[in-house]
């Protein structure tokens, strides 16, 4: 994962320009875009619809043109390459198998554009259907395919031609959600083993934090955060990520000490609270402090020493298996989450209860009020 | 594997399955049948109001016309004693007949003239031999004073009471029922020595019906190299802009068919728009107009115009339902815009592209108003011929023509259900 990271500030292999698109001319879909994706990359563009994460893949494609800026593929500007001619392989969200074709004529496509012989075709087809396992399939015909066997024949058109970049566009919507999860893990496998740059689009925030190595998280057309996903689930850098990525805990209030990242929030009832500064800049600001359910504490042995605590008042409590899920009611306002591991020692809280909830200042990250 | 093929493994290890019954022990066959019979007879009745019309209107003129097309019994109701003598006598020599059929002749034609049949029986025997309505008149008028020996009295009025091919026609009419009326589409004449094919210049039905299945061929194929485009334009524009386009499509179905064919009369005549505009940029000079009008240009430029919207639909209806992800992905698999045309998008379209052809030929196959309006003597087509020998009221020819056209376009049927399937069929 590091490593990759680093390989994408050195030499991108893709990279976006100063970006932008508009459809009407009148507003901007993608405004200013600037990306470098490394040689053998797993990158998803994460985000909610109409963030322009689509636009950015099909520009990549070159279904879309820029507007302005540059796309550079292996340093080699792609702008006026036409799609044929840019050799990435695509995967669609409705798989778009050709329906009159039967799964080997499908895989024989890109092959046979390409003027490949026949004993040569035939090996790569049989190599491809073999790594997403359905050799036998060759010449079923799409329709005769579930969900799942129409994907992995999807992904195998998409790399029987040996391409260097792969694009996905939400390939696993159409799933339901065990299979979903098992095809993750299959791409994720594939792309390790063959070593291919892989961009990722997709609107589910799980799929983007099990498979990738870097992601951007878009919205209103911009990248609002481009980090790995250990960084991106815990250490947010603006509201929308925090509230996008995982569920959230939002505290309003105003700095009241700002001292390098350690700020001392005052919320809106009065009590003070720990958190770490990330777009904070001068005292008095007004704020947004997040904090993760799982993050939350309530047992005194179990909160750093000195942190601060607040009152907190349980108004409900779900079992969810796993884990159980404490809504309470925190300076007067309801609906703070705190996640507790359903072990057999857990302390159960029951509805009316009071209680004193901290947790690590690093947790508590004091963000922009949006 | 995530995905066993579950169902194929166990189909063939099910035990037979024993006959199931319900709870209060009836069969289960029965009882799902008894279920859904008032279902059934509920959904028969929505439909019984169609059913009729159709079998009143369509169904029964269609079979009555048929019908026609091998029944007439204008000649052997009028002559009943010719009939019992051809009945008595099948293997007759129509070069010489005996004494009695010209005696049974006589007395046939003085029936006629008492009932007032000549005509009807005189123009039964013309449909297979021109020209004997008035020779039946004057023989009717002439038995009335014949005496024995019958056979030299009615040769003595008229020489063609001897001909053989009389005999051999009237010898078919005194029958109900009789295949004649398609011989004579099938441009067959009845000669002194049967039937026989026409001479290659007389064949005007054979040449005609060929004639009208190239024309048509032709319009199913402008129609569709002209509605290709427009539907595919019409799949991908946005909804807003496609339901205007569509207006401009479906505009030909709300003008009378008659103003339509008079605005191609006004712009392709002698004296017409594009003549006019022709002549005034020099393409061509003035005594030297082009004929686009009143002959086979006139026809196919109309027909195309008018039937053009029976193709640009089924394509539209097969056009929009193939997403542009299909040819998006060839084109990513490296296919160029030509190849990915060929090979992914023309094989999707395939069921548009018959169901439209069929529905076109079949029309322009029928089509009688706009040949009959433009067409002048070179631009005409089979059905105008039909229609001739209706307003002629020789029905049963017409019939039989259209008899005949009836079974071409249900073997194209056949063909296009053998090659296509019928199930694959889609319309607008």
Redesign the interface.
Known sequence: MTAAATAANDAAFVEFDHVQKSYDGVSLVVKDLNLKIGKGEFLTMLGPSGSGKTTCLMML???ETATHGEIRLDGRNINDV?????????V???Y?L???MSVGENLA??LE??GMGKDEREAKIKRALDMV?MGQFANRRPAQL?G??QQRIALA??LV?DPKLV?MDEPLGALDKQ?RE?MQFEIKHLHESLGITVVYVTHDQGEALTMSDRIAVFNDGRIQQLASPADLYERPENSFVAQFIGENNKLPGTIEKLEGDKALVRLATGEMIDATAVNIREKGQQTLVSIRPERVEFKPSMMPPGAHTIDAEVTEVIYMGDILRAVLRVAGSNGFVMKMRNTLGQTRLSPGQTIKIGWDPLDARALDPM | ???PLAAAGNAGAAPAPELLTTADGRPLRAALAKAQTRARRRAFLLVVPLLVFVLLTFLVPIGYMLQRSFQHDGFSSAAPALDAWFAANPKFDPANPPEEAYAALVDDLKRMQGDRTTGIAGTRINYTVPGTVSLFKSGARDAETLTPPFKQGLVATNPRWAEPKIWLAMAAASHNTTPEFYYVAADYKLTDNGWERGAPNERIYLYLFAKTFLVSGIITFICLILAFPVAHLLATLPMSRASLLMILVLLPFWTSLLVRTSAWIALLQEQGVVNNMLVKIGLVADGNRLAMMYNMTGTIVAMTHVLLPFMILPLYSVMRTI?V??T??????????W??FR??YL??TLPGIAAGSLLVFILAVGYYITPALVGGADGQLISNLISFHMAKSNWSLAAALAGMLLVAILVLYWIYDKLIGIDRLKLG
Do not use: D, W
């Open positions: 494609a070159g279904f036409p799609p044929h001619k840019r050799g990435i392989g695509m669609f969200q409705n778009a050709f329906p009159h496509f890109p554009v390409r396992q579930s799942g066997q058109r998409a031609f694009l299979l098992h | 594997m995530a995905e997403p992800s299909y998006r992905a060839a084109r990513s698999l490296g296919a160029t815009s190849t990915t090979r992914v094989p999707q």
